[in-house]
């Protein structure tokens, strides 16, 4: 049995591999950065080509990086962003780019039509998801029956982005796992199997869907020699079934039992807590699916743009930064991180609303990020730790849907970007007022995909021996109490601020 395992994570904005060892050590890595495409206000796609090109690099140059021997490889797990899909005809040739899941082109021709056939509480509870605009599979299918006719007319296949990139590295089907499918908003969740209701709606009883896997850790193929030479995989490297990011990202992070919790900082935000059962909420504002391989269920609340408002900050406003980081050879994140420590609690009055793909936690896909309370006396500063603080109040908001639903937590740990940084650790502890633990690797989205693959090969006996195995916690924030108050104070205004808008504007 070899001596490492491969977690290659294909982001929305960008992918990574890594190399890990068998206890969870970092070896080697790799991350490079695509773009999506914007066709029109709302509409959000990706060309699958680019990012596959970067798969095979990213994977190449981390084992270059790991100074291993490629040969003690034994197998390569992925991570997939979910609720992405690509549409091709009788003969696997795309149709059409891979529809990105912050897209929200659904009208409400679509949902009109997604509420004739089912009552909130049914999709609800078949399908753990809210009837929404926004992150809904089946409704964008049913876009593409309303607006690209003759195109669909020649669709025989439905791929999510984990089956579809499994299949380019060697998988011999088309294997997707649980969360993947049930991102589609086309499954039952409580059978893990698609909806031959929804598949009907959908106009999909024709169209080949990917076999769903509930068990972690399938394998699913082999390297052949042409991919091996792409990738730096060795020759017979076992190609096994990984999960969507946010099972990946949080399975790294250690989610394994019931009532633990994980918030995700990526491209985009959530906090997901662990269920032994399906923990619906009353408001039907919450997602509800399965913690893939843990045989427990996760409930959460979403932010289409978390670390991705910081991203378009980044590229907007921080030229100054950006120069001076590759003039010093540092990350630019951590020079508007050190510039936002200079601006007090409140950012001198700042407010940033981080809404720039519209607000899942509140189903409002027609709200947009703002900058509020400019005067002449803020600086760019004040304007960082805005941002900073914005993504903290949304994911507050979250929490706090998730409290009022009934679920408790104690403590959350936090992956994903923000986990770098203290200072932003910290923030989100204060505001929160929960302690948060940052685990052994930032790097757990490819961490969870590894593990999926060692479960496979046998080298974990379970998802639960594998987080014991190699998964720690290596910090933690505690709140400061004396800033509660202050905080929800600003916070109780960041509120008040979409609120007025939303009435006044959008």
């Known amino acids: 049995m070899g001596k490492y395992l491969v977690g290659i994570d294909a982001g929305t904005t960008g992918c990574k591999t890594c190399v890990f060892d068998l206890d969870g050590n970092l070896m080697g890595m790799s991350y490079r950065e695509y773009s999506c495409i914007y066709p029109k206000p709302g509409y959000v796609e990706q060309k699958p080509e680019d990012v596959l090109s970067k798969l095979f690099s990213t994977c190449k140059e981390a084992i270059e990086n790991a100074r291993i021997d490629a040969d003690d490889i034994s197998a390569m797990g992925l991570s997939t962003i979910s609720n992405t899909f690509c549409l091709m005809d009788e003969h696997e040739n795309l149709l059409y780019d891979f529809v990105v899941w912050n897209d929200i082109r659904v009208t409400g021709q679509e949902i009109e039509m997604l509420k004739e056939n089912f009552s909130p509480e049914e999709h609800y509870h078949t399908a753990g998801r809210p009837i929404t605009t926004g992150n809904a599979g089946i409704a964008k299918f049913l876009w593409f029956q309303n607006h690209e006719p003759e195109m669909w007319s020649k669709v025989s296949r439905i791929c999510c982005t984990q089956d579809y990139y499994l299949k380019q590295f060697g998988a011999d089907s088309y294997y997707v796992d649980d969360t993947s499918a049930s991102r589609m908003a086309a499954t039952d969740i409580v059978k893990h199997q698609w909806s031959e209701k929804h598949l009907k709606l959908a106009g999909l009883e024709g169209v080949q869907m990917p ?204 992956v994903g970007g923000a986990a770098k940084s203290d200072f932003w650790c910290q923030l989100f502890a204060d505001i929160i007022q929960v302690p948060f633990e940052v685990v052994n690797t930032t790097e757990t989205g490819c961490l969870g995909a590894a593990m999926y693959a060692g479960i496979a090969l046998g080298i974990y006996e379970s998802c639960r021996d594998a987080v014991k195995k190699a998964v720690t916690v290596s910090k933690v924030f505690y709140p400061d109490e004396g800033k509660a108050e202050e905080y929800q104070r600003v916070f109780d205004k960041w509120k008040n601020a979409y609120e007025t808008l939303k009435d006044g504007f959008y």
């Open 211 to 414: 076999e769903i896997i509930v068990e972690p850790g399938k394998i699913v193929g082999t390297v052949k020699k042409e991919i091996s030479n792409k990738t730096g995989l060795p020759v017979g490297c076992k190609i096994c079934l990984g999960a969507i990011d946010q099972n990946c990202s949080t399975f790294g992070g250690g989610l394994v039992e019931s009532g633990s919790a994980v918030m995700v900082i990526g491209t985009f935000g959530s906090c997901f807590i662990a269920s032994d059962r399906p923990a619906y909420d009353p408001n039907m504002k919450l997602v509800v699916k399965e913690n893939h391989g843990m045989g427990n269920y996760t409930v959460e609340g979403m932010s289409s743009a978390a670390g991705s408002a910081f991203r378009w900050y980044r590229d907007t406003c921080c030229q100054k930064e950006a120069a001076h980081a590759e003039t010093l050879g540092e990350d630019v994140y951590d020079l508007i991180v050190e510039g936002a420590k200079e601006s007090p609690i409140g950012a001198n009055g700042v407010f940033f609303l981080p809404y720039l793909q519209g607000v899942s936690a509140k189903q409002d896909y027609n709200a947009r990020g703002t900058f509020l309370g400019m005067t002449l006396k803020n600086d760019h500063n004040d304007m960082s730790r805005a941002v900073l603080e914005g993504v903290c109040y949304e994911m507050l908001d979250i929490v706090n849907a998730e409290r009022a639903a009934g679920i408790p937590l104690s403590s959350i740990r936090i």
